[in-house]
């Protein structure tokens, strides 16, 4: 089960980076009243409209030795960014990147204003008051977020099959697997795979779901 | 950069648009490495005789899963003559149509500014230190594929090179891969490693009998909808033209007896 | 903790201009000098009130101005100066209060004191929830308090920061009086010790009167009037802040006569006949006066009414009846139009109906004389 592994490692490490890069444009986008917010918004939401096939090819060609990523990594690593671990979860980021967004950016702007107004009387900076106030108020939509990048990570295909090159072990992710082995007409070890992918995918976010109601707290964010 | 993006987006299958012109049209399901050269045969044909050619290229192996599911295809050009066997074993190809229609040959090949002198080196270019990445096409599922890793086998470098090896989906992702640079070299199809787009690189034929022939057979689909139409496209592929077209493209044509003749 | 207690005056100098969606733009702009102790701003809505107060906590920017306390600057558009609300050490409790849903009272009075170490936090803390009498909820959630208690630590939770200036918006709306007097209480209390000026946002006459040292009428974005909340309020000298304070009638009139005897005198409303005798005032035959008299004052009698203490019984026609909720609004002609406040439930006992001859009654006192 290398490629399960794979595959849930992708989705762990595509969910936390999320997290981190995508509070900051989330709260940008929730509190910043800049006229040009609305471009900002339609560009963390084309990978929703992109098939992942155009987004991965974009990926590939900037990873590749005359994109710019590409020539960063070359000249970091000595070797190219493409068929790596690493390449999967830049192009990944990429295409989850509006479902951790867009949860966030919903929870904060829901968080009420008086809060934050109340914070900063008392002294408190925006750091602060985001770790203190936004965040705890907004656990609902990140619990969403880190959920549905997970989960959107786990069953890409797409993007893994442009810039992956099928590398057991390190790109041979278990949607491709389920692929490869219906392409070589070995349809009883592509449904064993399939079911187990549904099955632990299905205990997981039964899990956080379950989890979570209890975590919430019933004091509404207004 | 727009050849790339044409060899991908066309070699992933997405279907061309529905012809709108008077007259029969039929479909036909190719393997990646025809690209070129079916282009050409479907154009001469359309003009000699108003039947529109609609072709589907793809990896063979998926157009197999996808026939035996029904797939509305008049006919299919497999790049391996196992999966036109198999159809035509399983009932779903009109009898006695099979023809063996090219014999694959593969090369490797390097992009235009590699350093590595491929015609002169052949094998040894793999094993150069600036190539990090070979592309092949996935071996599990593509004759491409297959025959590059026995090639590799027998000329005794397999283990040396597999670490460095990434699969394309099929042949044309495989190109693709070597041609945007991402892999340093790759084992592709000669039809590809001499079409527009890929010509100006530098390439080195691997000898035939490194690896089992790469057998390519076309077969009329009994779901087909319009037969008559599509034998008449296989007789245009077996004539003097049809088959003088495959070899500009950099298919080698199997003795007229060898038609249907076990591998 | 507190040394020699200096009364300390805040300096406000504000020029602001306010957009809204619903009503029209205008630009608020106030000079007011707010000493220490409870400083009441009072006026109607949309008059600045709010904007003043956010202002001054350095939530919003005015245009221009100045606001400085003991001549510190806290903003000053001509030098560049503006320091962000960390910074002002004001306290601001909000009409809905704002506190924080998913901490509990303790952490939420503790919120300001975060830079201060464990154990002179946990005092101070402890020190005014006591004196605010509600250290038996400090676990609680603020969604499992009530009324009265969260308005004290809201308050607690401004105060223990020990700020400069305090600004309160409405704080106590929705609470009955006793709960409002004790909090007041509790309030006067803790100011009478550090005497800083304190910024007092409110609609309700009672606050006023329980309250207020001073009064700043705010009308439109300008201040209207200042000084001891009688002389603000009970006489109004501007139409909207006397309709502010509850007086919908506002007419004009010439005094006729004097009675001193009586403690009244005369007026004729207006050039009609009537006649109507109002508290005596500070004026002499023939002055003109102006006199409000509140809707909710005025009697209407479907009959002419006979042996009414009322001194003022006017002959009128109704002009037109309009229903706004509870209340019925009757505008009365009887040479000078009147509003008068009615149940629907008399219109409909007094068959009361547009057109119909009514008499208005009205009690001397309810007549009150501006300027």
Redesign the interface.
Known sequence: MDALLLSFKLAACVSAILMIVGMPVAYWLAYSSWRGKFLLESVVALPLVLPP?VLG?YA??A????GPL?KLWIALFG??M??TFAGLVFASVLYSFPFAVQPLMVSFEGV?R??L?????????SL?TFW??IL??SFPGVVTALVLSFAHTLGEFGVV?MVG???AGVTRTVSIDIY?H????EYGAANRMALVLMAISFGVLGLVYAVNRRVW?????K | MRAVLKCVFVSLAISLSSARACGQEIAVAAAADLKFAMGELAANFEKQTGTKVNVTYGSSGNFFSQIQNGAPFDLFFSADVEYAKKLEAGGQAEPGTLYEYAVGRIVIWCPGDSKVEVAKEGWNALLDASVQKIAIANPGHAPYGRAAVAALKKAGIYEKVEPKLVYGENISQAAQFVQSGNAQAGIIALSLAISPPMKDGKSWQVPAEMHPAIEQAAIVLKSAKHKDAARAFLEFVKSKEGRATLEKFGFVIPEPDQGSSPH | MVGEVKPATLAAHIRKELRSASAPSFVLDISVEVPSGITILFGPSGAGKSTLLDCVAGLTRPEGGRIALDGDALFDSASGIELPPQERRIAYVFQTLALFPHLSAEENVAYGLLDLPVLERESRVADILGAFRVEKLRKQKPGDISGGEKQRIALARSLVTEPRVLLLDEPLTGLDAELKSAIVDDLRSWNAARRIPILYVTHSREEVDALGERVIALENGRVVSTGAPMDVLDAPRRKRLAQAAGFENLLDGTVLDLREADGVMRVRLGETACEIEVPLGYAAVGNRVRVAIRAGDILLAAEQPRGLSARNVLEGRIASLEQRGAMVIARVECGVTFVAHVTPGAVRALELTVGRKVWLVLKTHSCHVVE
Not at chain 1, 63 to 66: D, I, K, L, Q, S
Not at chain 1, 182 to 185: A, I, M, Y
Not at chain 1, 217 to 221: D, E, L, M, R, V
């Open positions: 096939t090819f590939l060609i990873m590749g030795p005359r590409g070797h190219g493409a068929f009420d008086k809060l107004h109340a914070s900063a009387v008392l002294g408190a900076g602060r203190r106030v705890p108020l099959l090159g099928n590398l490869d219906v392409q070589s007409l707290t019933p004091w509404s964010a």
